[in-house]
Protein backbone atom coordinates (compact mmCIF):
# COMPACT_ATOMS: atom_id res chain seq x y z
CA UNK A 1 0.00 0.00 0.00
CA UNK A 2 2.58 2.20 0.71
CA UNK A 3 4.77 1.93 -2.82
CA UNK A 4 1.27 2.98 -4.42
CA UNK A 5 0.72 5.85 -2.44
CA UNK A 6 4.84 6.66 -2.75
CA UNK A 7 3.69 6.48 -6.65
CA UNK A 8 0.47 8.53 -6.61
CA UNK A 9 2.36 11.23 -5.05
CA UNK A 10 5.61 11.35 -7.33
CA UNK A 11 2.79 11.80 -10.55
CA UNK A 12 1.09 14.40 -8.81
CA UNK A 13 4.02 16.19 -7.90
CA UNK A 14 5.16 15.57 -11.69
CA UNK A 15 1.99 17.11 -12.96
CA UNK A 16 2.27 20.06 -10.63
CA UNK A 17 5.73 20.78 -12.31
CA UNK A 18 5.18 19.40 -15.44
CA UNK A 19 4.83 21.44 -19.01
CA UNK A 20 5.87 24.90 -17.75
CA UNK A 21 8.54 27.02 -19.78
CA UNK A 22 12.46 26.75 -18.23
CA UNK A 23 12.30 30.53 -18.27
CA UNK A 24 9.96 30.09 -15.61
CA UNK A 25 11.93 27.98 -13.55
CA UNK A 26 14.48 30.36 -13.37
CA UNK A 27 12.28 33.10 -12.78
CA UNK A 28 11.20 30.62 -9.79
CA UNK A 29 15.06 30.11 -8.55
CA UNK A 30 15.61 33.71 -8.70
CA UNK A 31 12.31 34.19 -5.99
CA UNK A 32 13.65 31.05 -4.00
CA UNK A 33 17.07 32.97 -3.90
CA UNK A 34 15.85 35.82 -2.91
CA UNK A 35 13.56 34.99 -0.40
CA UNK A 36 16.41 32.76 1.48
CA UNK A 37 18.05 35.37 1.63
CA UNK A 38 15.03 37.74 3.05
CA UNK A 39 16.53 38.29 6.85
CA UNK A 40 16.18 42.11 6.95
CA UNK A 41 12.50 42.86 6.75
CA UNK A 42 11.79 40.05 9.15
CA UNK A 43 14.45 41.08 11.82
CA UNK A 44 13.77 44.73 11.21
CA UNK A 45 11.79 45.66 14.57
CA UNK A 46 13.94 43.09 16.72
CA UNK A 47 17.29 44.59 15.51
CA UNK A 48 16.34 48.28 16.22
CA UNK A 49 15.17 47.58 19.38
CA UNK A 50 17.64 44.88 20.72
CA UNK A 51 20.55 45.94 19.35
CA UNK A 52 20.12 49.53 18.94
CA UNK A 53 18.56 50.31 21.80
CA UNK A 54 15.47 52.24 20.15
CA UNK A 55 12.07 52.56 21.62
CA UNK A 56 9.22 50.42 20.19
CA UNK A 57 7.67 53.51 19.20
CA UNK A 58 10.78 54.17 16.72
CA UNK A 59 10.63 50.83 15.29
CA UNK A 60 6.99 51.01 14.67
CA UNK A 61 7.74 54.61 12.44
CA UNK A 62 10.91 52.97 10.81
CA UNK A 63 8.19 50.31 9.92
CA UNK A 64 6.03 52.17 8.29
CA UNK A 65 8.12 54.48 6.62
CA UNK A 66 9.74 51.18 5.18
CA UNK A 67 5.67 50.27 4.04
CA UNK A 68 5.48 53.59 2.45
CA UNK A 69 8.55 53.20 0.49
CA UNK A 70 6.50 49.79 -0.91
CA UNK A 71 3.22 51.95 -1.67
CA UNK A 72 5.26 54.76 -4.16
CA UNK A 73 7.58 52.07 -5.34
CA UNK A 74 4.36 49.91 -6.45
CA UNK A 75 3.01 52.75 -9.01
CA UNK A 76 6.52 53.73 -9.88
CA UNK A 77 7.78 50.41 -10.73
CA UNK A 78 4.43 49.42 -12.85
CA UNK A 79 5.13 51.82 -15.20
CA UNK A 80 8.83 51.12 -15.63
CA UNK A 81 8.10 47.50 -16.04
CA UNK A 82 5.74 48.61 -18.98
CA UNK A 83 8.54 50.86 -20.56
CA UNK A 84 11.39 49.67 -19.60
CA UNK A 85 10.86 46.02 -19.88
CA UNK A 86 10.20 43.21 -16.95
CA UNK A 87 14.21 42.18 -17.18
CA UNK A 88 15.65 45.95 -16.33
CA UNK A 89 12.94 47.29 -13.84
CA UNK A 90 14.31 43.17 -11.64
CA UNK A 91 17.74 43.79 -12.16
CA UNK A 92 17.71 47.75 -11.29
CA UNK A 93 15.33 47.03 -8.22
CA UNK A 94 17.49 43.92 -6.95
CA UNK A 95 20.63 45.91 -7.13
CA UNK A 96 19.43 48.65 -5.39
CA UNK A 97 17.97 46.61 -2.61
CA UNK A 98 21.42 45.49 -1.98
CA UNK A 99 22.87 48.32 -1.63
CA UNK A 100 20.70 50.04 0.23
CA UNK A 101 20.42 46.94 2.61
CA UNK A 102 24.00 46.90 3.31
CA UNK A 103 24.17 50.93 3.99
CA UNK A 104 21.28 50.02 6.24
CA UNK A 105 23.53 47.66 7.94
CA UNK A 106 26.25 51.03 8.47
CA UNK A 107 23.93 53.55 8.97
CA UNK A 108 23.52 54.78 13.37
CA UNK A 109 22.01 58.03 13.28
CA UNK A 110 18.17 57.38 13.64
CA UNK A 111 17.32 59.81 11.03
CA UNK A 112 19.34 58.18 8.92
CA UNK A 113 17.98 54.85 9.81
CA UNK A 114 14.35 55.78 9.03
CA UNK A 115 15.40 57.57 5.85
CA UNK A 116 17.38 54.14 4.51
CA UNK A 117 14.72 52.16 5.99
CA UNK A 118 12.42 53.40 3.36
CA UNK A 119 14.61 53.34 0.39
CA UNK A 120 14.51 49.33 1.55
CA UNK A 121 10.88 49.03 1.37
CA UNK A 122 11.16 51.32 -2.60
CA UNK A 123 13.73 49.12 -3.73
CA UNK A 124 12.11 45.62 -2.10
CA UNK A 125 8.92 45.89 -3.44
CA UNK A 126 10.03 47.79 -7.00
CA UNK A 127 10.76 44.27 -8.31
CA UNK A 128 7.31 42.74 -7.91
CA UNK A 129 5.55 44.12 -10.57
CA UNK A 130 7.76 43.28 -12.65
CA UNK A 131 8.51 39.50 -11.77
CA UNK A 132 4.12 39.03 -11.61
CA UNK A 133 3.91 40.61 -15.44
CA UNK A 134 6.65 38.35 -16.18
CA UNK A 135 5.19 35.14 -15.26
CA UNK A 136 2.25 36.28 -16.65
CA UNK A 137 4.12 36.58 -19.93
CA UNK A 138 6.02 33.33 -20.31
CA UNK A 139 3.31 30.98 -18.64
CA UNK A 140 0.35 29.85 -20.95
CA UNK A 141 -2.98 30.97 -19.55
CA UNK A 142 -4.52 27.88 -18.51
CA UNK A 143 -0.93 27.30 -16.46
CA UNK A 144 -0.79 30.50 -14.62
CA UNK A 145 -2.40 29.76 -11.53
CA UNK A 146 -0.50 26.49 -10.89
CA UNK A 147 2.54 28.61 -11.75
CA UNK A 148 1.83 31.66 -9.39
CA UNK A 149 1.16 28.60 -6.81
CA UNK A 150 4.32 27.23 -7.47
CA UNK A 151 6.02 30.83 -7.05
CA UNK A 152 4.06 31.42 -3.80
CA UNK A 153 5.16 28.28 -2.72
CA UNK A 154 8.57 29.70 -3.47
CA UNK A 155 8.35 32.22 -1.48
CA UNK A 156 7.84 30.44 1.69
CA UNK A 157 9.65 27.90 1.87
CA UNK A 158 12.83 30.70 1.17
CA UNK A 159 11.16 32.78 4.27
CA UNK A 160 10.86 29.50 6.33
CA UNK A 161 14.74 29.07 5.93
CA UNK A 162 15.86 32.88 6.15
CA UNK A 163 13.69 32.72 9.41
CA UNK A 164 15.44 30.21 11.02
CA UNK A 165 18.67 31.22 9.83
CA UNK A 166 18.87 34.57 11.07
CA UNK A 167 18.75 33.73 14.60
CA UNK A 168 21.58 31.93 13.60
CA UNK A 169 23.61 34.60 11.20
CA UNK A 170 22.42 37.11 13.92
CA UNK A 171 24.94 35.72 16.48
CA UNK A 172 28.03 36.43 14.81
CA UNK A 173 26.20 40.08 14.80
CA UNK A 174 23.29 42.08 12.89
CA UNK A 175 25.94 43.58 10.29
CA UNK A 176 26.39 39.95 9.04
CA UNK A 177 22.60 39.34 8.50
CA UNK A 178 23.01 42.55 6.49
CA UNK A 179 25.13 41.97 4.57
CA UNK A 180 24.65 38.23 3.96
CA UNK A 181 20.74 39.73 2.79
CA UNK A 182 22.68 41.80 0.06
CA UNK A 183 24.73 38.83 -0.91
CA UNK A 184 21.80 36.89 -2.26
CA UNK A 185 20.27 39.66 -3.06
CA UNK A 186 22.88 40.41 -5.53
CA UNK A 187 23.10 36.39 -6.54
CA UNK A 188 19.36 36.71 -7.50
CA UNK A 189 20.13 39.73 -9.98
CA UNK A 190 22.97 37.78 -11.49
CA UNK A 191 20.50 34.88 -12.21
CA UNK A 192 18.01 37.27 -13.96
CA UNK A 193 21.21 38.78 -15.84
CA UNK A 194 22.39 35.10 -17.22
CA UNK A 195 19.45 33.40 -17.82
CA UNK A 196 16.21 35.47 -18.09
CA UNK A 197 15.81 37.31 -21.40
CA UNK A 198 13.56 40.43 -21.64
CA UNK A 199 9.54 38.94 -21.91
CA UNK A 200 8.00 42.09 -22.61
CA UNK A 201 5.31 41.67 -25.99
CA UNK A 202 5.96 43.35 -29.19
CA UNK A 203 4.76 47.42 -28.82
CA UNK A 204 4.20 47.05 -24.86
CA UNK A 205 7.26 50.11 -24.69
CA UNK A 206 4.92 52.53 -26.69
CA UNK A 207 1.77 51.82 -24.24
CA UNK A 208 -0.52 51.11 -27.06
CA UNK A 209 -1.43 47.32 -27.99
CA UNK A 210 -2.24 45.72 -30.84
CA UNK A 211 -5.76 47.58 -30.67
CA UNK A 212 -3.80 50.89 -30.97
CA UNK A 213 -5.38 51.89 -27.83
CA UNK A 214 -2.90 53.67 -25.33
CA UNK A 215 -2.56 52.12 -21.52
CA UNK A 216 -1.89 54.67 -18.24
CA UNK A 217 -2.49 54.79 -14.95
CA UNK A 218 -6.00 56.28 -15.78
CA UNK A 219 -6.55 53.44 -18.18
CA UNK A 220 -6.20 51.19 -14.81
CA UNK A 221 -8.23 53.63 -12.58
CA UNK A 222 -11.04 53.34 -15.01
CA UNK A 223 -11.46 49.74 -15.16
CA UNK A 224 -14.10 49.07 -13.01
CA UNK A 225 -13.74 45.51 -12.43
CA UNK A 226 -9.92 45.14 -11.97
CA UNK A 227 -10.18 48.09 -9.29
CA UNK A 228 -13.32 46.26 -7.68
CA UNK A 229 -10.59 43.02 -7.74
CA UNK A 230 -7.84 45.84 -6.13
CA UNK A 231 -10.29 46.78 -3.23
CA UNK A 232 -11.02 43.57 -2.34
CA UNK A 233 -7.39 42.23 -2.27
CA UNK A 234 -6.67 45.24 0.40
CA UNK A 235 -9.20 44.12 2.46
CA UNK A 236 -7.73 40.65 2.46
CA UNK A 237 -4.65 41.64 2.70
CA UNK A 238 -5.53 44.23 5.88
CA UNK A 239 -6.53 40.61 7.99
CA UNK A 240 -3.47 39.07 6.60
CA UNK A 241 -1.21 41.67 8.11
CA UNK A 242 -3.23 41.32 11.38
CA UNK A 243 -1.28 37.99 12.00
CA UNK A 244 1.80 39.92 11.83
CA UNK A 245 0.56 42.64 14.22
CA UNK A 246 -2.24 42.30 16.26
CA UNK A 247 -2.05 38.11 17.02
CA UNK A 248 1.81 38.52 18.84
CA UNK A 249 0.21 41.17 21.07
CA UNK A 250 -2.91 39.19 21.83
CA UNK A 251 -0.84 36.23 22.52
CA UNK A 252 1.25 38.69 25.15
CA UNK A 253 -1.85 40.12 26.55
CA UNK A 254 -3.40 35.97 27.30
CA UNK A 255 0.13 35.56 29.33
CA UNK A 256 1.94 33.70 26.33
CA UNK A 257 5.62 33.99 25.46
CA UNK A 258 7.59 35.16 22.22
CA UNK A 259 8.36 30.92 21.46
CA UNK A 260 4.43 30.74 22.10
CA UNK A 261 3.63 32.91 19.02
CA UNK A 262 6.68 31.84 17.09
CA UNK A 263 5.14 28.80 17.83
CA UNK A 264 1.87 29.41 16.52
CA UNK A 265 2.93 31.14 13.17
CA UNK A 266 4.42 28.71 12.09
CA UNK A 267 1.53 26.94 11.27
CA UNK A 268 1.21 29.21 8.66
CA UNK A 269 4.73 28.25 7.14
CA UNK A 270 4.38 24.40 7.52
CA UNK A 271 0.82 24.49 6.10
CA UNK A 272 1.78 26.63 2.64
CA UNK A 273 4.65 24.48 1.85
CA UNK A 274 3.13 21.17 2.78
CA UNK A 275 -0.70 21.95 0.97
CA UNK A 276 0.13 24.67 -1.09
CA UNK A 277 0.77 22.55 -4.32
CA UNK A 278 -1.77 19.81 -3.61
CA UNK A 279 -4.47 22.10 -3.21
CA UNK A 280 -3.75 24.50 -6.38
CA UNK A 281 -3.85 20.62 -8.25
CA UNK A 282 -7.93 20.70 -7.21
CA UNK A 283 -8.62 24.60 -7.84
CA UNK A 284 -6.38 25.57 -10.72
CA UNK A 285 -9.40 25.06 -13.05
CA UNK A 286 -12.12 26.40 -10.80
CA UNK A 287 -14.04 29.47 -11.34
CA UNK A 288 -11.42 31.94 -9.30
CA UNK A 289 -14.26 34.23 -8.07
CA UNK A 290 -15.81 31.86 -6.15
CA UNK A 291 -12.84 30.01 -4.60
CA UNK A 292 -12.24 33.92 -3.92
CA UNK A 293 -15.71 34.35 -1.93
CA UNK A 294 -14.45 30.80 0.07
CA UNK A 295 -10.91 32.11 0.69
CA UNK A 296 -12.08 34.84 2.44
CA UNK A 297 -14.49 33.32 4.08
CA UNK A 298 -12.00 31.29 5.65
CA UNK A 299 -10.00 34.37 6.09
CA UNK A 300 -12.41 36.23 7.95
CA UNK A 301 -13.69 33.52 10.46
CA UNK A 302 -10.15 32.41 11.29
CA UNK A 303 -9.10 35.32 12.38
CA UNK A 304 -12.46 35.72 14.21
CA UNK A 305 -11.65 32.17 15.64
CA UNK A 306 -8.89 34.03 17.54
CA UNK A 307 -11.58 35.56 19.76
CA UNK A 308 -11.82 32.17 21.50
CA UNK A 309 -8.62 31.29 21.65
CA UNK A 310 -6.92 31.13 24.84
CA UNK A 311 -4.17 28.30 24.85
CA UNK A 312 -1.27 27.77 22.29
CA UNK A 313 -2.87 25.22 20.27
CA UNK A 314 -5.94 27.52 19.89
CA UNK A 315 -3.94 30.11 17.82
CA UNK A 316 -2.79 27.78 16.51
CA UNK A 317 -5.83 26.41 15.15
CA UNK A 318 -7.02 29.93 14.35
CA UNK A 319 -3.83 30.64 12.04
CA UNK A 320 -4.19 27.03 10.37
CA UNK A 321 -8.06 28.23 9.47
CA UNK A 322 -6.93 31.49 7.56
CA UNK A 323 -3.94 30.12 6.23
CA UNK A 324 -6.11 27.66 4.43
CA UNK A 325 -7.75 31.06 2.76
CA UNK A 326 -4.64 32.52 2.05
CA UNK A 327 -3.64 28.93 0.28
CA UNK A 328 -6.44 29.78 -1.96
CA UNK A 329 -6.63 33.25 -2.41
CA UNK A 330 -2.90 34.00 -3.74
CA UNK A 331 -2.55 32.04 -6.59
CA UNK A 332 -5.86 32.44 -7.87
CA UNK A 333 -6.24 36.41 -7.31
CA UNK A 334 -2.93 36.50 -9.01
CA UNK A 335 -4.27 34.25 -12.04
CA UNK A 336 -7.09 36.46 -12.05
CA UNK A 337 -5.19 39.55 -11.89
CA UNK A 338 -3.19 38.19 -14.78
CA UNK A 339 -6.30 37.51 -17.01
CA UNK A 340 -8.29 41.13 -16.16
CA UNK A 341 -4.63 42.26 -17.55
CA UNK A 342 -3.98 43.69 -20.97
CA UNK A 343 -1.24 42.35 -22.12
CA UNK A 344 0.67 45.99 -23.00
CA UNK A 345 -0.64 47.15 -19.78
CA UNK A 346 0.42 44.21 -17.71
CA UNK A 347 3.19 46.07 -15.46
CA UNK A 348 0.61 48.67 -14.32
CA UNK A 349 -2.02 46.62 -13.37
CA UNK A 350 0.43 44.32 -11.47
CA UNK A 351 1.84 47.36 -10.09
CA UNK A 352 -1.75 48.63 -8.47
CA UNK A 353 -2.29 44.84 -7.70
CA UNK A 354 0.75 45.20 -5.21
CA UNK A 355 -0.60 48.73 -4.33
CA UNK A 356 -2.86 47.44 -2.47
CA UNK A 357 -0.71 44.75 -0.26
CA UNK A 358 1.49 47.81 0.36
CA UNK A 359 -0.99 49.96 1.87
CA UNK A 360 -2.47 47.24 3.71
CA UNK A 361 1.35 46.79 5.57
CA UNK A 362 1.05 50.74 6.09
CA UNK A 363 -2.75 50.73 7.38
CA UNK A 364 -3.18 47.68 9.31
CA UNK A 365 -0.95 48.00 12.14
CA UNK A 366 -2.45 51.62 12.70
CA UNK A 367 -6.05 50.52 12.77
CA UNK A 368 -4.94 47.12 14.20
CA UNK A 369 -3.15 48.71 17.06
CA UNK A 370 -6.09 51.32 17.55
CA UNK A 371 -8.87 49.01 17.79
CA UNK A 372 -7.06 46.92 20.13
CA UNK A 373 -5.78 49.97 22.72
CA UNK A 374 -9.75 51.33 22.25
CA UNK A 375 -11.78 48.29 22.37
CA UNK A 376 -9.86 45.26 23.05
CA UNK A 377 -8.79 42.04 20.64
CA UNK A 378 -12.16 40.41 20.63
CA UNK A 379 -13.24 43.42 18.89
CA UNK A 380 -10.85 43.21 17.09
CA UNK A 381 -11.59 39.77 15.56
CA UNK A 382 -15.02 40.29 15.22
CA UNK A 383 -14.50 42.85 12.81
CA UNK A 384 -11.88 40.70 11.16
CA UNK A 385 -14.86 38.14 10.69
CA UNK A 386 -17.04 40.88 9.54
CA UNK A 387 -14.29 42.24 6.89
CA UNK A 388 -14.03 38.40 5.57
CA UNK A 389 -18.09 38.32 5.35
CA UNK A 390 -17.92 41.58 3.12
CA UNK A 391 -15.06 41.15 0.91
CA UNK A 392 -16.78 37.58 -0.06
CA UNK A 393 -19.59 39.03 -1.16
CA UNK A 394 -17.81 41.60 -3.15
CA UNK A 395 -16.45 38.58 -4.90
CA UNK A 396 -19.36 36.83 -5.48
CA UNK A 397 -20.53 40.26 -6.90
CA UNK A 398 -17.41 40.61 -8.89
CA UNK A 399 -17.71 36.61 -10.37
CA UNK A 400 -21.71 37.50 -11.18
CA UNK A 401 -20.18 40.25 -13.37
CA UNK A 402 -17.46 38.10 -14.84
CA UNK A 403 -19.79 35.33 -15.78
CA UNK A 404 -22.47 38.10 -17.13
CA UNK A 405 -19.76 39.65 -19.59
CA UNK A 406 -20.45 38.59 -22.87
CA UNK A 407 -18.09 41.35 -24.69
CA UNK A 408 -14.92 39.63 -26.40
CA UNK A 409 -12.22 40.18 -25.09
CA UNK A 410 -9.97 42.84 -26.11
CA UNK A 411 -7.03 42.47 -28.72
CA UNK A 412 -4.03 41.69 -27.57
CA UNK A 413 -4.96 39.89 -23.96
CA UNK A 414 -4.47 36.12 -23.75
CA UNK A 415 -3.88 35.52 -27.72
CA UNK A 416 -0.45 37.32 -27.60
CA UNK A 417 0.54 35.24 -24.46
CA UNK A 418 1.13 32.10 -25.46
CA UNK A 419 3.05 33.68 -28.79
CA UNK A 420 5.37 35.36 -25.83
CA UNK A 421 5.85 32.08 -23.87
CA UNK A 422 6.78 30.22 -26.89
CA UNK A 423 9.63 32.91 -27.20
CA UNK A 424 10.63 33.88 -23.91
CA UNK A 425 10.89 29.66 -22.97
Not at 141 to 146: C, Y
Not at 235 to 240: G, H, Q, R
Not at 250 to 276: C, E, K, P, R, Y
Not at 281 to 288: A, G, S, T, V
Request: some cysteine; charged content about 15%.
Amino acid sequence: MSVVRWSRWRLAAKESVSGLPRAFWWLWTSTLVNRLGGFVATFLAMYLTVERGYSATFAGLVGALYGLGGVVSAVVAGVLTDRLGRRPTLLVAQVSTAVTVAVLGFVQDPVAIAAVACLVGMTSNASRPAVQAMMADIVAPEDRVRAFSLNYWAINLGFAFSAMAAGLIARHGYLTLFLADAGMTLLCALIIFVKLPESRPEGESTGRGADGKAVGLGTVLRDRRFMALVALTYLLATLFQQGYVALPVAMGADGLSSADFGLAIATNGVLIVVLQLPVTRFIEHRDPARLLVIAALLTGYGFGLTAFAGSVGMYALAVAVWTLGEIISSPTQMGLVARLSPVHGRGRYQGMNVLAWSLASLTAPLAGGAVIDRYGAPTLWAASAVVGTVAAIGYGVLGRRLRDDDQPEPVGREAVVVEGAGVAG
